[in-house]
C-alpha cells in the first residue's frame, strides 16, 4: 500500500509547478472544503447533541423507566435492558448462520454453478433491502404462522436477518485473508477439508470475522426502523425477561421522545442519544482491538 | 463411514487414491469437493449449504410476506387508483388510496438528499483517492466511517432540533415549520455521504496508474489529470455510487418519519411538510391495525412498492458495476 503510494505521488511532485495555476488552486480549495463539510456536520452533531442532553445525563437515566407526565426523572431502564437482550439474541442468531454461510461461499462454493451464482447475486440485493422491510417480513411471518410478534424475539429475528448478509460478506474477507499455504499444509498432513476449515483456516479469521460482526452488531443496535412494526415502540415500564417478553430498545425510546414537543423530553432524548453513541463507540473500540492484537499478519 | 476408508484402509488418509494431484492448483474448491468426507462431516456440509441457501429463502420470503397482503389490498383498491391516484387518505371516513403523495414525498427528500450527498460526497471522494497524503487519509477515512456508523434516529433528532430551527430558520432565513422536505433531505443528503465517497473512492482507486502517468507525461497537471483521466475511466462506479445511495435514501425511515411530517401531501415546494412510503409505514406501523383489515394491507401495498423501487435501483447498480469491469 506505502509502495503503490509512492509510485503514485512520485511524478506528481515533479509536475509541482502546474498544480499552482489559480484554476488548481481553486479546485483545491473546493475539494478541502467539500471534506470540512463532512467534518463539520460530524462535530455539530456531537456536540449540538452533547449541549442539549448533558444535564440530563444522571442515574435516573440509567435506573428509571420511562414516563409520559414527569419527562425530568424519566430513565431509559427498560430501553437498555431490551437492547441489551435484543442484541445478545441476535449476535445468537446471525453470527452462527452467517458464519457458516461464508465458509461454505468462500471455501467450498463453486462460483460457476447456476445455485452459487444465485446466493451471490442475492447477497448483494439483500444487503441494500431497506431496513423496514425485514421488519414487515418478520411481522407478516409471525402473523401467518400464528405467533405473537410484539416480543424480544421477533424483534432479534429481523435484526439478524438484517446483519447477516454483513457478517456473511466480513467472514468471507476474513477466510480470504488466510494464506492458501496454510490449507495446503494441513490437507498435505491429511486432513479433510472441512477439518481444515474448523482447525487452521476459521481459527485464523477469527479476529476479522469478530471485528466485523462487532461492527454489524452496533449497527443493528442503532436501529429502530424494522422494530417500529415488531412492538418496539409501546410503553414499556418493566424489565424484558424472556424471549416472548414485550420490549423496547434505545433508538426507538429515542424516537418516541423526540416526538414529544416538551424540552425536557428533547432533554432527555439527546441524553439518550449521547448514551447510546457512547455504547456504539464502546463496540467499535473493541472492535478495533480485536483487528489491532489478534490480527494475524501473514 | 466413507466407503473409501472401508475399501482402502489406512492408506487413503495419506494418499487420497483416484485424485489428480495437479488438480488442486488448477481449482482448489474444486478439488476440495471431489473427496468424500466422513458421514458426520456429509452432516456438516449440509448445514453449511443450508446457512448460505437460508439467504436465498429471506428473498423468497420478503417478496411473499409482502405480495399476499399487497394482492388483497388489490382486490379492494384498483391498482389504476393505487398508483396514479393523487390524494392519500388510508384512515379518513372518505377513504382514498393514491399512492402519488407518498411518492412524491419520496422522490423530494431524495433527490435533496442527493444534491447534498453527490458534491460533498464526490469532492470528498477525488481528495482521498487523488489527492491525500497518507497522513491525512488516516484522519479522514475514520470521520467518514463514524459519520456512516450513526444511527438514524439520531440524524432525525439533528434536524428537526438543530437543522430546521437554527440552520435554516435563524442561519439562512429559510422560512420551514417544524416539518419539511427540505430538512429531511438535507440531513438524509449528510447521512448518504459516505456512501458516495467511499464506493466513489474505490472506484477511482481502481484506474490504473499508468493512465494518470500518461496523463502526467503528456504535461497535464494534477487536477486536469483528475478531471479529464481519472473521472472519466471511473464513472462507471462513480455512477453506481449515486445509484446506491439513491437506493438508500429512498428506504431510509426514522429522518422523514422525525422531521418530514405526517402529512400525505402532493409537495410543490421543499419547505412544506410531506410524508414518505417509509414515513407512512412507519407511522401505521407503530398504531394498532389488525392484520387482514384494509389498513394492514395497505401497509404491505406501500412496502411492496418500496422493496421493488429500491430493488430495481440495486439492480441498475450492479450491472453499471460489472460493466466497469471489461473496461480494464
Same mark, same amino acid.
Given at each position: 500500500?506505502?509502495?503503490?503510494?509512492?509510485?503514485?505521488?512520485?511524478?506528481?511532485?515533479?509536475?509541482?509547478?502546474?498544480?499552482?495555476?489559480?484554476?488548481?488552486?481553486?479546485?483545491?480549495?473546493?475539494?478541502?472544503?467539500?471534506?470540512?463539510?463532512?467534518?463539520?456536520?460530524?462535530?455539530?452533531?456531537?456536540?449540538?447533541?452533547?449541549?442539549?442532553?448533558?444535564?440530563?445525563?444522571?442515574?435516573?437515566?440509567?435506573?428509571?423507566?420511562?414516563?409520559?407526565?414527569?419527562?425530568?426523572?424519566?430513565?431509559?431502564?427498560?430501553?437498555?435492558?431490551?437492547?441489551?437482550?435484543?442484541?445478545?439474541?441476535?449476535?445468537?442468531?446471525?453470527?452462527?448462520?452467517?458464519?457458516?454461510?461464508?465458509?461454505?461461499?468462500?471455501?467450498?462454493?463453486?462460483?460457476?454453478?447456476?445455485?452459487?451464482?444465485?446466493?451471490?447475486?442475492?447477497?448483494?440485493?439483500?444487503?441494500?433491502?431497506?431496513?423496514?422491510?425485514?421488519?414487515?417480513?418478520?411481522?407478516?411471518?409471525?402473523?401467518?404462522?400464528?405467533?405473537?410478534?410484539?416480543?424480544?424475539?421477533?424483534?432479534?429475528?429481523?435484526?439478524?436477518?438484517?446483519?447477516?448478509?454483513?457478517?456473511?460478506?466480513?467472514?468471507?474477507?476474513?477466510?480470504?485473508?488466510?494464506?492458501?499455504?496454510?490449507?495446503?499444509?494441513?490437507?498435505?498432513?491429511?486432513?479433510?477439508?472441512?477439518?481444515?476449515?474448523?482447525?487452521?483456516?476459521?481459527?485464523?479469521?477469527?479476529?476479522?470475522?469478530?471485528?466485523?460482526?462487532?461492527?454489524?452488531?452496533?449497527?443493528?443496535?442503532?436501529?429502530?426502523?424494522?422494530?417500529?412494526?415488531?412492538?418496539?415502540?409501546?410503553?414499556?415500564?418493566?424489565?424484558?425477561?424472556?424471549?416472548?417478553?414485550?420490549?423496547?430498545?434505545?433508538?426507538?425510546?429515542?424516537?418516541?421522545?423526540?416526538?414529544?414537543?416538551?424540552?425536557?423530553?428533547?432533554?432527555?432524548?439527546?441524553?439518550?442519544?449521547?448514551?447510546?453513541?457512547?455504547?456504539?463507540?464502546?463496540?467499535?473500540?473493541?472492535?478495533?482491538?480485536?483487528?489491532?492484537?489478534?490480527?494475524?499478519?501473514? | 463411514?466413507?466407503?473409501? #476408508?472401508?475399501?482402502?484402509?489406512?492408506?487413503?488418509?495419506?494418499?487420497?487414491?483416484?485424485?489428480?494431484?495437479?488438480?488442486?492448483?488448477?481449482?482448489?474448491?474444486?478439488? $476440495?469437493?471431489?473427496? %468424500?468426507?466422513?458421514?458426520?462431516?456429509?452432516?456438516?456440509?449440509?448445514?453449511?449449504?443450508?446457512?448460505? @441457501?437460508?439467504?436465498?429463502?429471506?428473498?423468497?420470503?420478503?417478496?411473499?410476506?409482502?405480495?399476499?397482503?399487497?394482492?388483497?389490498?388489490? %382486490?379492494?383498491?384498483? /391498482?389504476?387508483?393505487?398508483?396514479?391516484?393523487?390524494?392519500?387518505?388510508?384512515?379518513?371516513?372518505?377513504?382514498?388510496?393514491?399512492?402519488?403523495?407518498?411518492?412524491?414525498?419520496?422522490?423530494?427528500?431524495?433527490?435533496?438528499?442527493?444534491? #447534498?450527498?453527490?458534491?460533498?460526497?464526490? @469532492?470528498?471522494? #477525488?481528495?482521498?483517492?487523488?489527492?491525500?497524503?497518507?497522513?491525512?487519509?488516516?484522519?479522514?477515512?475514520?470521520?467518514?466511517?463514524?459519520?456512516? @456508523? /450513526?444511527?438514524?434516529?439520531?440524524?432525525?433528532?439533528?434536524?428537526?432540533?438543530?437543522?430546521?430551527?437554527?440552520?435554516?430558520?435563524?442561519? $439562512?432565513?429559510?422560512?420551514?415549520?417544524?416539518?419539511?422536505?427540505?430538512?429531511?433531505?438535507?440531513?438524509?443528503? #449528510?447521512?448518504?455521504?459516505?456512501?458516495?465517497?467511499?464506493?466513489?473512492?474505490?472506484?477511482?482507486?481502481?484506474?490504473?496508474?499508468?493512465?494518470?502517468?500518461?496523463?502526467?507525461?503528456?504535461?497535464?497537471?494534477?487536477?486536469?489529470?483528475?478531471?479529464?483521466?481519472?473521472?472519466?475511466?471511473?464513472?462507471?462506479?462513480?455512477?453506481?455510487?449515486?445509484?446506491?445511495?439513491?437506493?438508500?435514501?429512498?428506504?431510509?425511515?426514522?429522518?422523514?418519519?422525525?422531521?418530514?411530517?405526517?402529512?400525505?401531501?402532493?409537495?410543490?415546494?421543499?419547505?412544506?411538510?410531506?410524508?414518505?412510503?417509509?414515513?407512512?409505514?412507519?407511522?401505521?406501523?407503530? @398504531?394498532?391495525?389488525?392484520?387482514?383489515?384494509?389498513?394492514?394491507?395497505?401497509?404491505?401495498?406501500?412496502?411492496?412498492?418500496?422493496?421493488?423501487?429500491?430493488?430495481?435501483?440495486?439492480?441498475?447498480?450492479?450491472?453499471?458495476?460489472? %460493466?466497469?469491469?471489461?473496461?480494464?
Amino acid at each position: 500500500m506505502a509502495s503503490l503510494g509512492a509510485i503514485a505521488t512520485a511524478p506528481l511532485k515533479a509536475k509541482r509547478e502546474g498544480d499552482k495555476s489559480a484554476k488548481s488552486i481553486v479546485f483545491m480549495g473546493v475539494l478541502w472544503f467539500t471534506i470540512f463539510f463532512s467534518v463539520l456536520c460530524l462535530g455539530t452533531l456531537l456536540v449540538n447533541a452533547f449541549f442539549d442532553g448533558w444535564t440530563r445525563l444522571d442515574g435516573n437515566l440509567i435506573t428509571r423507566y420511562s414516563s409520559t407526565v414527569l419527562p425530568e426523572t424519566a430513565g431509559a431502564r427498560a430501553a437498555i435492558l431490551g437492547s441489551a437482550l435484543v442484541i445478545v439474541m441476535t449476535a445468537v442468531l446471525a453470527i452462527p448462520l452467517g458464519v457458516a454461510a461464508g465458509v461454505y461461499l468462500e471455501e467450498f462454493a463453486d462460483p460457476r454453478r447456476w445455485y452459487n451464482k444465485i446466493i451471490e447475486v442475492n447477497l448483494t440485493n439483500l444487503a441494500a433491502v431497506p431496513a423496514i422491510v425485514y421488519g414487515m417480513l418478520t411481522a407478516g411471518v409471525a402473523l401467518s404462522i400464528g405467533l405473537p410478534r410484539r416480543v424480544v424475539l421477533a424483534g432479534a429475528i429481523a435484526l439478524a436477518l438484517l446483519i447477516l448478509p454483513v457478517i456473511i460478506i466480513t467472514t468471507r474477507e476474513a477466510m480470504r485473508a488466510v494464506p492458501r499455504e496454510i490449507r495446503e499444509g494441513s490437507l498435505a498432513l491429511g486432513a479433510t477439508p472441512l477439518q481444515t476449515v474448523w482447525r487452521q483456516t476459521l481459527p485464523s479469521a477469527v479476529p476479522g470475522i469478530a471485528t466485523g460482526s462487532i461492527i454489524a452488531l452496533s449497527r443493528a443496535l442503532g436501529e429502530a426502523a424494522p422494530l417500529l412494526l415488531l412492538g418496539g415502540l409501546v410503553f414499556v415500564s418493566y424489565d424484558p425477561n424472556g424471549l416472548f417478553s414485550g420490549y423496547t430498545v434505545l433508538p426507538i425510546q429515542i424516537y418516541d421522545w423526540v416526538k414529544e414537543p416538551q424540552l425536557a423530553f428533547q432533554q432527555v432524548a439527546s441524553a439518550a442519544i449521547i448514551l447510546m453513541l457512547g455504547l456504539l463507540l464502546l463496540m467499535n473500540a473493541v472492535a478495533i482491538v480485536i483487528r489491532n492484537r489478534y490480527q494475524k499478519r501473514w | 463411514m466413507s466407503s473409501t #476408508i472401508a475399501t482402502e484402509g489406512s492408506s487413503s488418509q495419506t494418499t487420497p487414491q483416484g485424485v489428480d494431484p495437479d488438480s488442486y492448483n488448477k481449482d482448489p474448491a474444486g478439488f $476440495l469437493r471431489q473427496r %468424500r468426507g466422513r458421514y458426520g462431516e456429509r452432516v456438516a456440509m449440509v448445514a453449511l449449504v443450508g446457512s448460505a @441457501g437460508l439467504s436465498v429463502l429471506v428473498t423468497i420470503g420478503i417478496f411473499f410476506a409482502l405480495l399476499v397482503p399487497s394482492l388483497e389490498f388489490l %382486490r379492494e383498491i384498483s /391498482i389504476r387508483e393505487f398508483l396514479t391516484g393523487d390524494r392519500w387518505a388510508p384512515t379518513f371516513a372518505d377513504a382514498s388510496f393514491g399512492v402519488l403523495p407518498l411518492v412524491t414525498g419520496t422522490m423530494w427528500t431524495t433527490v435533496i438528499g442527493l444534491l #447534498i450527498a453527490i458534491p460533498f460526497g464526490l @469532492g470528498a471522494a #477525488i481528495y482521498l483517492a487523488e489527492y491525500a497524503p497518507e497522513r491525512v487519509r488516516r484522519f479522514l477515512k475514520p470521520v467518514l466511517e463514524v459519520l456512516a @456508523g /450513526i444511527p438514524s434516529v439520531v440524524y432525525g433528532y439533528f434536524a428537526l432540533y438543530f437543522v430546521a430551527p437554527t440552520v435554516l430558520n435563524d442561519l $439562512l432565513s429559510v422560512e420551514v415549520g417544524t416539518f419539511s422536505v427540505l430538512a429531511a433531505g438535507l440531513v438524509l443528503g #449528510i447521512m448518504i455521504i459516505p456512501t458516495v465517497a467511499s464506493l466513489s473512492e474505490d472506484a477511482m482507486s481502481a484506474v490504473p496508474q499508468s493512465l494518470r502517468q500518461a496523463s502526467f507525461a503528456l504535461g497535464a497537471n494534477r487536477m486536469r489529470t483528475t478531471l479529464r483521466v481519472v473521472f472519466p475511466a471511473a464513472v462507471s462506479g462513480i455512477t453506481a455510487s449515486i445509484v446506491l445511495a439513491a437506493s438508500r435514501a429512498v428506504g431510509e425511515t426514522m429522518i422523514v418519519a422525525l422531521a418530514a411530517g405526517t402529512q400525505a401531501q402532493v409537495v410543490s415546494s421543499p419547505t412544506e411538510p410531506g410524508q414518505t412510503m417509509t414515513g407512512f409505514i412507519a407511522q401505521t406501523a407503530t @398504531g394498532e391495525s389488525s392484520p387482514g383489515s384494509l389498513t394492514y394491507n395497505t401497509l404491505f401495498a406501500v412496502g411492496l412498492l418500496l422493496f421493488v423501487v429500491t430493488l430495481l435501483m440495486n439492480v441498475v447498480a450492479g450491472s453499471i458495476v460489472r %460493466r466497469i469491469r471489461e473496461v480494464y
